[in-house]
């Protein structure tokens, strides 16, 4: 195998996955948590977005983990530039960074929806009769508990796309790095700077 700055797989494997995480996540938001609101029953509107997000939560995990395996990759095979091209480092480890808090919002998001869903069931087998807009936003009649779990879905949940999508940024900035030119003035800024 020849050395080469053509890594073509992983950057596909790592674009991909980043496009499944951030577009399957913005059409949760859009769409599968506002779909419950079409139903009459706060119970339904809550067991609809769950059962969409345990059905995706699988895809979108496998997305996260291409993005950060093939963003692994890419970061073994991108070590010269590492040292020798300036802002590389610092736009890497950003990127990284970004990349791996996404990952952890994700999975609270996943978190605090399983916790809305347990609590809504609860709520429902003792009787009480659940209120709420749609899955993440609670009405006045809330119980507490499941509001500061919304609240908290809500958040992250939002927050998941942001960090993706600046992953997705930084990547592009990289990817534009290995022209030539962006090459060679990143390297003669390393060698003299000022």
Known sequence: MTDTDNHWVAQ??????????????VMGIAGVNKSGS???QGIDRVRVASSAWSRFQPVQFAG??????????LTQVGGRRLALQEGFAT?????????VAGAGASAYAAYSGSRIGALAEEAERAGTPLEVKDATLPTAGTPAEIQKWQRRQ?????????????????????????????????VLRRILPG
Request: net charge positive; aromatic share 6%; charged share 10%.
């Open 38 to 40: 079409d139903l009459t």
């Open 154 to 186: 809500r958040i992250t949940q939002f927050a998941v796309p942001a960090l993706a999508g600046a992953n997705v940024v930084c990547n592009s900035w990289l990817v534009q790095s290995y022209r030539a030119g962006s090459t060679a003035k990143g």
């Open 64 to 73: 996260i983990g291409a993005t950060l395996l093939a963003g692994l990759r």
């Open 91 to 99: 736009v890497g480890a950003l990127k990284a960074g970004l990349a």
């Open 12 to 25: 596909a494997v790592h674009d991909l996955g980043s496009a499944l995480w951030l577009g399957g996540t």
